[in-house]
Structures are given as C-alpha cells and as structure tokens.
C-alpha cells in the first residue's frame, strides 16, 4: 500500500508549493491520519491557515501522490 506524508513548516508567506510530500510512515498504512500541532508556539489561526494549504495540496497533486 503507498503512503504519503504531508509536511508543512509555520512561517510567513506560506503557500500551498511549500508543502513537501514524502514516503508516509507505518501509521498510515493502518488508514490512519494524524496532525500533530505545537500549540505552545502556533495560534489557532495558524494552525486553520496550514490545514488550508494542505488541503490545497491535495487538491491540486495527482493522486495518489507518490
């Protein structure tokens, strides 16, 4: 089964192009998605805005994506 890991680092300017797509982990050949978010560093809105991107990202890849 082909996994994918999705990766998208805060900071200013972010589009959709900065998100780096990778050979996924064990978890996600269990059909698993997980997110994991610093909340000590990263506001809420951070964190939606990222969500975005990464939506748009799949969105316009080709699926599957590797």
Known sequence: MATVKLTIKRGAGLTAK?????????EAQSDTMSLNIDVAKMTK?????????????????????L
């Open 18 to 26: 900065d998100v780096t797509v990778a050979a996924g982990s064990a």
């Open 45 to 65: 809105g951070e964190a939606i805005l990222m969500l975005n991107l990464l939506e748009q990202q799949i969105q316009r890849a080709a699926w599957p994506q």
